[in-house]
């Protein structure tokens, strides 16, 4: 199971505009829903290429 820090399925977060933010995509970050880098190590030890999902709020 990818997911076995426990964390929800799905996470609602407000991004400020101009604002940049990177997401956890491999479920293991310590800060998650944001990226601390914990992707590199699982991608080491499982071959995957995962990384953070990275969101720059614009206003409209």
Do not use: L
Not at 1 to 7: A, D, E, R
Not at 16 to 35: D, N
């Amino acid at each position: 199971m990818i997911n076995s820090k426990g964390h929800p399925d799905r996470h609602t977060e407000d991004v400020p505009a101009g604002k940049t933010v990177a997401f956890c995509r491999c479920w293991q970050s310590e800060k998650f829903p944001y990226c601390d880098g914990a992707h590199r190590k699982v991608n080491a030890e499982t071959g995957d290429h995962v990384g953070p999902v990275v969101v720059k709020a614009v206003t409209a």
